[in-house]
């Protein structure tokens, strides 16, 4: 007797359909595992930028600034609280969260992925900086502030980067009054 091995018809069809439902199933909850996972991301990019700037200006005995981007080497001059372009920290020695000549950049952040926006409310409408005890301050000398960070699902995804008055950040999730984005 002559076997002939392989598959039937009716084998190949049952296969193709699994394989069609645990894609199915599957894809799903693997968008979310990388959004969660971008989103997670983002936000210790962010919070290691701050950590750095406090650090350097404790090292340094000089304040460092954050602020928001418009190229690689100017800080945006507007108030709009949008800070999706990126940032730029630099050694702040005149003390006007602008880059001027002389003033050391010590690093320049890109645009975040698109499907995220990084917010701030009143406090940190154009830059963050540290003093030399590690204290933070902004450009309307408050320095207490949260960032939002938000990406496409919304409000209940979003998280919170809260700076004390002392320069400490931590995140959070959302809390009552918070809004994306």
């Not at 005149?94 to 010590?106: A, C, F, H, P, R």
């Not at 990084?118 to 301050?137: H, K, M, W």
């Amino acid at each position: 007797m002559n076997r002939k091995s392989g598959f039937t018809l009716v084998e190949l069809i049952i296969t193709v359909a699994l394989v069609a439902i645990i894609v199915t199933i599957g894809i799903p909850s693997f968008r979310t595992a990388i959004l969660n996972n971008s989103r997670t991301a983002q936000v210790n990019e962010f919070v290691g930028v701050l950590n750095i700037a406090r650090s350097e200006a404790i090292k340094r005995g000089m304040r460092v600034t954050i602020c928001r981007r418009l190229n690689n080497t100017t800080c945006a001059n507007d108030t709009t609280s949008v800070w999706e372009n990126g940032w730029i920290v630099f050694v702040d020695q005149n003390q006007d969260s602008v880059i001027d000549t002389g003033e050391e950049i010590l690093k320049v952040y890109g645009t975040i992925p698109n499907n995220f926006t990084l917010r701030t409310g009143g406090t940190f409408t154009q830059s963050i900086a540290y003093l030399p005890n590690g204290v933070s301050t902004s450009n309307n000398n408050l320095g207490t502030g949260t960032f939002r960070l938000c990406d496409n699902r919304g409000l209940d995804q979003a998280r919170f980067i809260a700076i004390s008055i002392t320069g400490r950040v931590r995140v959070r999730e959302k809390a009552t009054g918070d809004t994306c984005p």
